[in-house]
């Protein structure tokens, strides 16, 4: 069984730039989350998609950061413009329901540095 | 909300020795679950527990979760440089689906 796959694993911009962070989750799986990991502390859940509704989006920084699934499967976050302190570890993943019972399966990750 | 704090944040043991964090919450938790992450790497699943009292054992690995549902455990028996990493105790608040992950502690490992 595949993984989850993200790309691209690295990316340095400046600040204000934009950048776009691509996922693609277990096939099957209808729950995907996007996650912050800043360096020493535990992932920071952004966003909760359910097919291609959202769940949960209530600690995703709205006026600069957007996401979407827009046929369920795949799915982009995007970050415009960037800040210093968006230098992080962007985690995608998935599950196959989305109960609170499921495991998580979690992508490698993009990690991203901002100058 | 509803954050659930490890303990401790670090830990350095010789190969061999025993090594316990826990996890511990002021509100009654629904679940539990833990992940490892090797350095460099992602969050990787190991167990959920959801029973009150719930104990679970993965070989040298031994989880439990406490009679009030407020606090769990991991516990390594004879650890090994592979054990190496940080461990994540995660919860799924009540009334929700997300996961929030605690502060993790990282295990270090002396040959």
């Known amino acids: 069984e595949a993984g989850v796959a993200q790309s691209p694993r690295y990316k340095i911009i400046e600040k204000r730039q934009s950048v776009a962070f691509w996922c693609n989750p277990i096939?099957?799986?209808?729950?995907l989350y996007w996650y912050q990991q800043i360096l020493g502390q535990g992932p920071k859940l952004l966003i909760q998609?359910?097919?291609?509704?959202?769940?949960?989006d209530s600690q995703l920084p709205k006026d600069r950061f957007s996401a979407e699934r827009l046929k369920g499967v795949d799915s982009t976050l995007k970050i415009q413009p960037a800040k210093l302190e968006d230098s992080a570890v962007y985690l995608c993943?998935?599950?196959?329901?989305?109960?609170?019972?499921?495991?998580?399966?979690f992508g490698p990750g993009t990690r991203l540095t901002v100058l | 909300g509803q954050q659930v704090m490890q303990i401790p944040q670090y830990q350095h043991v010789q190969e061999g020795e025993d090594f316990t964090t826990y996890c511990n919450s002021s509100t009654t938790l629904s679940n539990i679950q833990w992940y490892k992450q090797r350095p460099g790497g992602h969050p990787v699943f190991l167990i959920q527990?959801?029973?009150?009292?719930e104990v679970k054992k993965q070989k040298r690995l031994t989880f439990q979760f406490g009679e009030a549902k407020k606090n769990s455990s991991l516990h390594i028996t004879a650890t090994q440089t592979t054990d190496v990493g940080t461990y994540f105790c995660a919860h799924t608040p009540s009334g929700t689906y997300k996961y929030i992950f605690g502060t993790g502690t990282r295990l270090k490992v002396l040959a």
């Open positions: 096939s099957g799986h209808a729950t």
């Open positions: 527990l959801v029973k009150s009292g």
């Open positions: 998609f359910q097919n291609n509704g959202v769940v949960d």
């Open positions: 993943a998935s599950s196959s329901s989305g109960t609170r019972y499921n495991e998580q399966f």
